[in-house]
């Protein structure tokens, strides 16, 4: 029988719109349990409607969540101490950093609890390459430490191959790495006729309209410009911008700017096709993989994993070229609806054998497995 940790710690910035807070929470509240106690540290308060949701999911499955404010005077110190007592007090045998700061954050506290060689320590790469010029010093001054500290974990995981590499060429020198993929809830992400049915009259949508689904928070690295581009050429088929920031997208005939929604599974499987621009940085694609799951046929850029998400069940296309992403979905939309729905369910099921929840729980398990103390001989 697989042995399971008593108790496993993450920490991560915070729990705000993002594919790794979407995967830590889904991590933290799947059942069967990763341990018999999870605790997650934010080190920022929760905060706006997202974050509050997912405290409240993480709540009611009984997962222990601290919030750490490191931008007071001083936060940063305080904040180490803080959790750095809190592994001391509760003695997890593993804890989990998510991306550069929650990684960061994860090492400098477990030496300071005293508990280093007790407690396993593994870190989480959820990105491929960043263009850092766009970013700022402080973000830029964590990936260097990250960085020249990557032999200090345990373990080093990464949410897709691209990944991987990019953070090896980097200068990563990890102990040991692992492929961790993004998990779905193909239960959550399905599709659903009468769902359909209501989202599109609720937008005032009619059945037969194609409606393309782009599912992204505005950042440099989401490419909305390239995706705006290519939709400004198809004027006969509509776009739906989903996620914090698209509702101050410049306004376009067939663009409806939703925003951030907490119903993205309804408008999901309400859409025909899911398309991510994405210019770079991308590790594994929860909105890829959460449209496919939904049923829909996927067009993206060429950007991390996303060939090895789609498949042969849509198509990919170079990054920041408008005119090749308008010529893939021109030709998607094109097919007759009876080729749409076999691609689209060739999607679905690449994401139930490949990408579900229940596949990246049991990989996490297995890794955390080996992180555990060997059992005790009978004597």
Known sequence: MRRRPHKVMHLITDLRTGGAEAMLTRLATAEP??????????????????????????????????????????????????????????????????????????????????????????????????????????????????????????????????????????????????????????????????????????????????????????????????????????PELEAWAIGAGTERLLAMPNLVRLGRRDDVPALLAAADFVVSSSAFGEGFSNAIAEGMACGLPAIATDVGDAREIIGDSGLVVPPGDPRALAGAIAALAAEAPSARAARGATARRRIVERFSLDRAVARFSALYETLLPAPAECA
Not at 55 to 64: F, S
Not at 119 to 135: E, K, M, N
């Open 33 to 234: 349990r990763i341990a018999d106690e999870i605790i997650v540290a934010s080190l920022l308060p929760v905060h706006g409607d997202d974050g509050q949701l997912r405290m409240e999911r993480l709540h009611r499955a009984g997962v222990r969540l601290e919030e750490v404010d490191v931008k007071r005077p001083l936060g940063l110190a305080a904040g180490l101490i803080r959790i750095a007592r809190l592994i001391a007090a509760q003695q997890p045998e593993i804890v989990q950093g998510w991306m550069y700061y929650g990684d960061l954050a994860a090492l400098l506290a477990l030496v300071m609890s005293g508990r280093r060689r007790k407690t396993g320590l593994v870190w989480s790469i959820r990105c491929s390459t960043l263009d850092l010029a766009r970013y700022g010093p402080v973000l830029r001054l964590a990936v260097k430490a990250c960085t020249l500290l990557s032999g200090c974990a345990d373990v080093v995981t990464a949410n897709s191959a691209a990944g991987m590499k990019s953070h090896l060429a980097l200068g990563y020198r990890p102990r040991r790495a692992e492929i961790l993929a993004n998990g779905i809830d193909v239960e959550e992400f399905k599709p659903d006729p009468k769902v359909r049915e209501a989202m599109r009259r609720r937008l005032d949508v009619a059945d037969d309209r194609i409606v393309i689904a782009h599912v992204a928070r505005v950042d440099p690295m989401k490419d909305h410009d390239t995706f705006l581009a290519a939709m400004a050429s198809l």
